[in-house]
């Protein structure tokens, strides 16, 4: 069996000092439930019914990272979609099942066309059910694979809390509405964040995982052209960066062409993404707002520049804050079989 992919010498030299004090300490940290009987997530909690889930979910994801340098963003992301739609509890994964009781997640504006990776966890999910039967929860499964994923790309390590049990229905509407989308403006942007239990800190700090994966032409063309198509650019942006964009992003057409979030280093996690900010070549509105709209945000944005060990200490903490969001835990939900349809 492959070695834990987070336990790397680099992982455990950055992962954040408060996260582990916490964790390595045995009190679980607190989670939420939807009934069915309170159980707190634990870092432990597969230790004794499926003990080899780590190396199974790191040797896959290692695997697909390896064939496709793209996948790792892709999977951190999946867990903020989730996270952000009823909680942690997989709900994104979950496919239309014919009976109109809900309408799948992977059909909203932030999700369709853009959200990638289910088949990876697919073929984890498989994996696993081979080794621990109906013992690992899918919404474990996506909060492991974003860790797994951020440290194969060079980013900090921590310990996932576990124990999150998976939802019965997912929300087309939550996906539409609750996640922030790239032209909102930092105060409703804020007010996402904060609604989902998360302060600036961590708006700021998860922001940063645009140092790896790809930006879709259509998320940021309003820029390069104006919210109309009417020519007026974007000051906040670098004139010579939206030159280069708008040469692969016309006015109309090319939605899908992608373009990479962090020009300098697409594919390794790093502080870079801030450095970025400071220069006027983030590619978002979303992210270039958090140096000219807010001073707190500004703040952090500078500093997160300045030391790229400040930023993995609150990337890894706030990872583990947003994977705590509304877990259902105990008797609610269900372990799914198959992480694209509830079993009943």
Same mark, same amino acid.
């Given at each position: 069996?492959?070695?834990?992919?987070?336990?790397?010498?680099?992982?455990?030299?950055?992962?954040?000092?408060?996260?582990?004090?916490?964790?390595?300490?045995?009190?679980?940290?607190?989670?939420?439930?939807?009934?069915?009987?309170?159980?707190?997530?634990?870092?432990?909690?597969?230790?004794?019914?499926?003990?080899?889930?780590?190396?199974?979910?790191?040797?896959?994801?290692?695997?697909?990272?390896?064939?496709?340098?793209?996948?790792?963003?892709?999977?951190?992301?999946?867990?903020?979609? @989730?996270?952000?739609?009823?909680?942690?509890?997989?709900?994104?994964?979950?496919?239309?099942?014919?009976?109109?009781?809900?309408?799948?997640?992977?059909?909203?504006?932030?999700?369709?066309?853009?959200?990638?990776?289910?088949?990876?966890?697919?073929?984890?999910?498989?994996?696993?059910?081979?080794?621990?039967?109906?013992?690992?929860?899918?919404?474990?499964?996506?909060?492991?694979?974003?860790?797994?994923?951020?440290?194969?790309?060079?980013?900090?390590?921590?310990?996932?809390?576990?124990?999150?049990?998976?939802?019965?229905?997912?929300?087309?509407?939550?996906?539409?509405?609750?996640?922030?989308?790239?032209? @909102?403006?930092?105060?409703?942007?804020?007010?996402?964040?904060?609604?989902?239990?998360? @302060?600036?800190?961590?708006?700021?700090?998860?922001?940063?995982?645009?140092?790896?994966?790809?930006?879709?032409?259509?998320?940021?063309?309003?820029?390069?052209?104006?919210?109309?198509?009417?020519?007026?650019?974007?000051?906040?942006?670098?004139?010579?960066?939206?030159?280069?964009?708008?040469?692969?992003?016309?006015?109309?057409?090319?939605?899908?062409?992608?373009?990479?979030?962090?020009?300098?280093?697409?594919?390794?996690? @790093?502080?870079?993404?801030?450095?970025?900010?400071?220069?006027?070549?983030?590619?978002?509105?979303?992210?270039?707002?958090?140096?000219?709209?807010?001073?707190?945000?500004?703040?952090?944005?500078?500093?997160?520049?300045?030391?790229?060990?400040?930023?993995?200490?609150?990337?890894?903490?706030?990872?583990?804050?947003?994977?705590?969001?509304?877990?259902?835990?105990?008797?609610?939900?269900?372990?799914?079989?198959?992480?694209?349809?509830?079993?009943?």
């Amino acid at each position: 069996m492959a070695r834990r992919q987070w336990s790397s010498g680099l992982a455990v030299a950055v992962a954040a000092v408060a996260v582990l004090s916490l964790l390595c300490s045995g009190h679980p940290v607190p989670g939420h439930h939807g009934g069915g009987g309170f159980v707190p997530l634990n870092p432990h909690f597969y230790d004794h019914s499926c003990p080899q889930m780590h190396g199974i979910v790191g040797a896959i994801v290692a695997r697909e990272h390896a064939k496709d340098p793209r996948m790792a963003a892709s999977l951190l992301r999946m867990h903020f979609h @989730d996270c952000f739609v009823q909680g942690c509890d997989a709900s994104v994964l979950l496919d239309a099942d014919g009976s109109g009781r809900f309408t799948t997640e992977k059909r909203s504006n932030p999700n369709r066309d853009s959200l990638r990776g289910f088949e990876v966890i697919d073929e984890i999910k498989a994996a696993l059910e081979h080794a621990c039967p109906h013992t690992v929860s899918c919404a474990d499964i996506v909060a492991v694979v974003a860790r797994d994923s951020t440290v194969l790309t060079g980013g900090p390590g921590w310990e996932v809390p576990l124990g999150r049990r998976d939802s019965l229905t997912a929300s087309l509407s939550g996906s539409n509405n609750l996640i922030p989308a790239p032209n @909102d403006s930092l105060p409703t942007i804020i007010n996402k964040f904060r609604n989902q239990g998360l @302060d600036i800190a961590d708006l700021v700090a998860l922001s940063g995982a645009h140092t790896i994966g790809d930006s879709r032409c259509v998320s940021f063309r309003q820029r390069l052209y104006g919210q109309n198509n009417n020519g007026q650019v974007d000051r906040t942006l670098n004139p010579g960066y939206a030159a280069q964009l708008r040469a692969r992003c016309p006015a109309s057409g090319g939605d899908q062409n992608l373009f990479a979030l962090d020009l300098v280093s697409q594919f390794r996690f @790093d502080n870079q993404y801030y450095r970025n900010i400071l220069a006027s070549n983030a590619l978002l509105s979303s992210d270039q707002i958090l140096l000219t709209q807010g001073r707190d945000t500004m703040e952090l944005v500078h500093r997160f520049a300045a030391n790229q060990g400040l930023f993995f200490d609150q990337f890894a903490k706030s990872m583990v804050k947003m994977g705590n969001i509304l877990p259902l835990t105990g008797n609610a939900g269900e372990i799914r079989n198959n992480c694209r349809r509830i079993n009943h």
